[in-house]
């Protein structure tokens, strides 16, 4: 994305009313509504999982043959897909979705997958019972808070209020 659009987009976003708010222009939620209609991500009644569990991590190790210790680069995460084939299985899904969760609705700086995206992914079927689109609402307001006053880098789904 273009460096000045993203700063114009990140001056005008108001975390604690969840808005864009345009100087001389209005004011545009950013809504689940916002994010389901844009993105057509799910809006169930769930609430995303998103945090660190040593027994998940476990199952995922387990279940991808990862070697205890650091998640894996996002790069071996990839290969590891690829290497599963063409069956669009659980398996596959669950780890597409980690990338999808690593990568877009709540990146990092890291260039590692994130583990904490595994709760939110080991049962695939699951997501779309699950209101990703109020989870990327509260990743964007979190990521927000204290920007600019403790640190300089954002880490959210700033596509959303790009496109917005």
Not at 54 to 77: H, M, Q, Y
Not at 150 to 158: G, P, V, W
């Amino acid at each position: 994305m273009k460096g000045d659009l993203v700063k114009f987009v990140t001056k005008c976003y108001d975390p604690e009313l969840s808005q864009l708010v345009i100087p001389d222009r209005g004011k545009i939620p950013v809504d689940a509504a916002s994010i389901e209609r844009i993105w057509g991500l799910p809006r169930g009644q769930m609430k995303v999982a998103y945090e660190v569990e040593p027994d998940v991590v476990r199952l995922f190790n387990e279940k991808f043959d990862i070697p205890t210790g650091p998640a894996p680069s996002v790069t071996e995460w990839c290969k590891m897909i690829n290497d599963i084939g063409a069956v669009a299985d659980d398996k596959f899904l669950s780890a597409w979705l980690v990338v999808v969760y690593s990568r877009f609705l709540a990146p990092t700086t890291s260039l590692k997958v994130s583990p904490r995206a595994y709760s939110s992914t080991l049962n695939p079927c699951e997501v779309l019972n699950s209101n990703v689109c109020q989870f990327v609402v509260d990743q964007l307001r979190l990521a927000f808070m204290g920007f600019g006053d403790k640190k300089n880098t954002i880490c959210c789904c700033l596509f959303h209020l790009v496109v917005k």
